[in-house]
C-alpha cells in the first residue's frame, strides 16, 4: 500500500497539531502506513451471526432490566429490594405462600 503526497502532508499537518512535532516526510509516510495497517487489523465488519448475538444480549439485557422494574414496583409491601421475599408474589409464583 502506499499513501498519497496529499495524504502524507495531511498526517504531517495533523501530527503537527496534536504533538506539537514537526516530522519528516518519510517518518509521516511510515506512521501513516502503519496507522492505516492497525485500522485494517482492528476494522473488521461485524459478521451476522456476531450481530444477531449483540442484538439478542440487548434484548434480553433490556427485558430483565423492566422485570427487575415490574418486580420492585409490585412487592413494595413484602421486600423494598426484593431480595428472597418469599411470600406469595404474583411475580414468583414458585415461591410457597407464607403468613406475615
Same mark, same amino acid.
Given at each position: 500500500?502506499?499513501?498519497?503526497?496529499?495524504?502524507?502532508?495531511?498526517?504531517?499537518?495533523?501530527?503537527?497539531?496534536?504533538?506539537?512535532?514537526?516530522?519528516?516526510?518519510?517518518?509521516?509516510? @511510515?506512521?501513516?502506513?502503519?496507522?492505516?495497517?492497525?485500522?485494517?487489523?482492528?476494522?473488521?465488519?461485524?459478521?451476522?451471526?456476531?450481530?444477531?448475538?449483540?442484538?439478542?444480549?440487548?434484548?434480553?439485557?433490556? @427485558?430483565?432490566?423492566?422485570?427487575?422494574?415490574?418486580?420492585?414496583?409490585?412487592?413494595?409491601?413484602?421486600?423494598?429490594?426484593?431480595?428472597?421475599?418469599?411470600?406469595?408474589?404474583?411475580?414468583?409464583?414458585?415461591?410457597?405462600?407464607?403468613?406475615?
Amino acid at each position: 500500500m502506499k499513501l498519497s503526497k496529499q495524504a502524507i502532508k495531511e498526517f504531517k499537518e495533523i501530527y503537527q497539531e496534536e504533538f506539537g512535532i514537526d516530522i519528516p516526510y518519510k517518518e509521516a509516510n @511510515e506512521l501513516g502506513l502503519n496507522l492505516l495497517n492497525l485500522f485494517k487489523i482492528i476494522y473488521q465488519p461485524i459478521s451476522k451471526g456476531e450481530k444477531m448475538k449483540k442484538e439478542t444480549r440487548a434484548r434480553i439485557y433490556t @427485558e430483565l432490566k423492566a422485570l427487575k422494574k415490574a418486580i420492585k414496583e409490585n412487592c413494595k409491601d413484602c421486600d423494598p429490594e426484593h431480595i428472597g421475599c418469599g411470600f406469595n408474589c404474583p411475580l414468583e409464583p414458585w415461591k410457597p405462600k407464607r403468613h406475615r
